[in-house]
């Protein structure tokens, strides 16, 4: 990743709050654990009768003891769920992760209207844990600094200091090495002028993954720039001011999108130092058996690591589908964690071995 790897920062996965995600972060390992501050963005899905119960039964389920849940409300309408159900969608997952014993940090905007904002106070207050503020610095949604008196009147609705509240600034989508030069100059302005107010943390997060896997090709690995790893290198490059933390947004497109429909093909997107490796399979055998041959493709390819199966919970689960040793090679929900568990874990590696390289 280049020089900036070698200071010391946090990492902060911002990541779909679905099956395949939480099953990832449930089998970090303990130095993966103590290096991440996760983000989970609720996705709507209407399908669900209790969307937000399912979310917190995953999180119960899922999420490490002693961390700290950074959960992100803002794709949801502001309704009540279910008939007599009090509170918005902040106020009730606060509560049920509380019931579950799953400490919440709340996500908030600048633009979240008074009714919002009072929830969010409440979650914050019962959970001890502060907030984080999430502010768009996208080329397609770039939002208006907020002057003293403006900032002032958020705090005082959140009930809370700037030192109790972690900046993450979204740099949304990065299509391109133009659209990265873009967005670099557009971050270092937000930094500038958020800089104002001593935050507890600061992060600078991009999403570089395509919107899916259409158009590529089918039995072959094709590689994909991570163009999100190089904004952030760029950006700490060129900023003045503290290092901020470095955000991704996993294996996943930064926005949320539609729900895809259909059984996907047997695919992976698999990290490496600058680039995803994105193997794309044809369905011609029974069931997903596809998947075995993609894994033994994987396992014997260059971009297969020198820590192998050792590398993550998810490298262990391709390492097993390649050797035959699984029964069946799983699904979408699975694919999706195994890639996700290999990502946060190489991403975590490379910016610790970066720190110990400093020292």
Same mark, same amino acid.
């Given at each position: 990743m280049?020089?900036a790897w070698g200071?010391?920062?946090a990492?902060v996965?911002?990541?779909?709050?679905?099956?395949g995600e *939480?099953?990832?972060?449930?089998?970090?390992?303990?130095e993966?654990?103590?290096q991440?501050?996760?983000?989970m963005?609720i #996705?709507p899905?209407?399908?669900l009768?209790?969307?937000?119960?399912?979310?917190c039964?995953?999180? @119960?389920?899922h999420v490490p003891n002693?961390?700290v849940l950074? #959960?992100d !409300?803002?794709?949801?309408?502001?309704? +009540?769920?279910?008939?007599?159900?009090?509170?918005?969608?902040?106020?009730?997952?606060?509560? /049920?992760l509380?019931?579950?014993?799953i400490?919440?940090r709340?996500?908030?905007? !600048?633009?979240?209207?008074d009714y919002?904002?009072?929830?969010?106070?409440?979650?914050?207050?019962?959970?001890?844990?502060g907030?984080?503020?999430?502010?768009?610095?996208?080329?397609d949604?770039s939002?208006?600094?907020?002057?003293s008196?403006?900032?002032?009147d958020l705090?005082r @609705?959140v009930?809370?200091?700037?030192?109790?509240i972690?900046?993450?600034?979204?740099a949304?989508?990065v &299509?391109s090495?133009?659209?990265r030069?873009?967005?670099a100059?557009g971050?270092i302005?937000?930094?500038? &002028?958020m800089?104002?107010?001593?935050?507890r943390?600061? !992060?600078?997060?991009?999403?570089?993954f395509? #919107?899916?896997?259409t158009?590529?090709?089918?039995?072959?690995?094709?590689a994909?720039?991570?163009e999100d790893?190089?904004?952030?290198q760029e950006?700490?490059?060129?900023?003045?001011?503290?290092?901020?933390? *470095?955000g991704?947004?996993?294996?996943?497109?930064?926005?949320?999108l539609p729900k895809? +429909?259909?059984?996907p093909d047997?695919?992976? +997107?698999?990290t490496?130092?600058?680039?995803?490796?994105v193997f794309?399979?044809?369905?011609?055998?029974t069931?997903n058996?596809?998947? *075995?041959i993609?894994?033994?493709d994987l396992?014997?390819?260059?971009h297969?690591?020198?820590?192998?199966?050792?590398? /993550?919970?998810g490298?262990a689960?391709l390492?097993? !589908?390649?050797?035959?040793?699984?029964r069946?090679?799983?699904?979408?929900?699975?694919?999706r964690a195994w890639a996700?568990s290999h990502?946060v874990?190489v991403?975590a590696?490379?910016?610790?071995s970066?720190?110990?390289q400093q020292d």
């Open positions: 280049g020089s200071w010391l920062v990492y996965p911002i990541l779909k709050g679905k099956a *939480f099953l990832a972060l449930g089998h970090a390992s303990q993966v654990q103590d991440i501050r996760p983000v963005e #996705v899905d209407f399908d009768r209790d969307l937000l119960e399912t979310f039964d995953h999180a @119960m389920d002693g961390m950074t #959960v !409300c803002g794709a949801l309408p502001f309704v +009540r769920v279910l008939e007599g159900d009090s509170g918005g969608p902040v106020l009730r997952v606060g509560e /049920s509380m019931q579950r014993g400490v919440m709340p996500v908030f905007k !600048c633009t979240d209207p919002a904002l009072t929830e969010i106070a409440e979650v914050a207050a019962a959970h001890q844990q907030a984080c503020l999430r502010f768009s610095a996208a080329v949604i939002e208006v600094t907020p002057d008196r403006q900032m002032r705090l @609705m009930r809370l200091a700037p030192e109790e972690d900046l993450l600034v979204d949304g989508p &299509r090495a133009l659209t030069k873009t967005l100059e971050i302005g937000v930094l500038d &002028r800089s104002r107010w001593p935050w943390g600061v !992060c600078v997060a991009a999403g570089a395509p #919107v899916n896997l158009g590529f090709p089918r039995g072959v690995a094709t994909v720039v991570r790893a190089s904004l952030w950006v700490v490059e060129r900023w003045r001011g503290p290092q901020p933390d *470095f991704d947004f996993g294996v996943t497109y930064p926005r949320m895809s +429909r259909g059984t047997p695919n992976m +997107r698999y490496t130092a600058t680039e995803w490796q794309v399979y044809p369905r011609l055998r069931g058996d596809d998947f *075995f993609l894994s033994q396992v014997n390819s260059l297969w690591p020198v820590t192998g199966a050792a590398t /993550s919970w490298d689960r390492a097993e !589908c390649a050797q035959r040793k699984r069946k090679a799983g699904g979408g929900t699975e694919w996700t990502h874990a991403v590696s490379h910016l610790s970066g720190c110990r």
